[in-house]
């Protein structure tokens, strides 16, 4: 079976009514990183970091799976699928994809500020976090999310997942955030890279690149015919 690795970013979700970050209208328009997505900003006021969370969890439990990620697990009665994913929201997981790596972290779980291995999972019945609330051993809990600034301890193993492609795909992300894009680097040389987004995203450098400018879900079929047929 061949290998397909998938890294996706925020546009994988936006048909499922998620915002992406850095189109006009996006999250970061909305809200300054600086104030809810770093270590300075939940030092200072991590009750809004909470809450900016807490607005996306609960949002999260509202929405579904979209086409482009239904298909990503139907190709699994095909090939090896392995996705790599910046979201941290769990539609990947929703649509039934079994192998899915999360490099920023996952909005469904939290864990403790004085040992990082305490590790818990909300649900719709307790969505939000509180100050206040806290572990087992008595620290407050914060977002399972990898902030700017911090380190990213998926990467190396998403290095290895990357050099296992036969076809490397990447769906919905402007490849802005490092070490996150630089992942395309690790694609073997002579593996096809097809990338889906609507837009012109900018790949320096990088070879073999087939873009289809097309949402997730239309992109998504498009791919699919492609990697059945060819
Ligand atoms: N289908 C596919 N792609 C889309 C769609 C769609 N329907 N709508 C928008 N896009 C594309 C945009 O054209 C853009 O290239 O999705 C991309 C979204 O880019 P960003 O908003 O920058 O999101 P992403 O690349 O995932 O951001 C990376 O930055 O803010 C941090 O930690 C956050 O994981 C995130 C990281």
């Given amino acids: 079976m061949k290998n397909l690795v998938v890294l996706t970013g925020a546009g994988m979700s936006a048909e499922s009514g998620i915002s992406t970050f850095r189109d006009s209208g996006g999250l970061w328009e909305q809200y300054r990183i600086e104030d809810v997505a770093t270590p300075e900003a939940w030092r200072k006021n991590p009750e809004l970091v909470l809450d900016f969370y807490n607005q996306r969890r609960r ?20 090939m090896t699928v392995k996705i790599i994913t910046q979201n941290i929201d769990n539609l990947h997981e929703v649509a039934g994809s079994s192998s899915v790596l999360h490099l920023h972290g996952e909005l469904l779980k939290v ?20 100050l206040g609330d806290l572990c087992e051993k008595g620290f407050q809990l914060r977002p399972h999310i990898v902030w700017f ?32 894009a630089g992942l395309v680097e690790y694609v ?12 012109d995203v900018s790949y320096p450098g990088y070879r073999n690149i087939h873009p289809i400018k097309k949402g997730a879900s239309e992109g998504m079929e498009e791919f699919k015919r492609i990697i059945l047929n060819g």
């Fill in 59 to 78: 949002q999260l439990f509202e929405v579904v799976p979209n086409r482009g990620h239904e298909i990503l697990h139907e190709l699994e009665a095909f």
């Fill in 111 to 130: 864990r403790s500020t004085g040992d990082d291995r305490l590790i818990y999972e909300l649900s719709a019945e307790k969505p939000d976090i509180h």
């Fill in 149 to 180: 600034g911090e380190a990213v301890p998926m990467i190396s193993e998403a290095v290895d997942i990357v050099r296992t492609a036969d076809v490397f795909l990447i769906i919905g992300t402007s490849l802005n955030v490092y070490p996150a």
């Fill in 188 to 199: 073997n040389s002579g593996v096809p890279i097809y990338l889906i987004d609507p837009k």
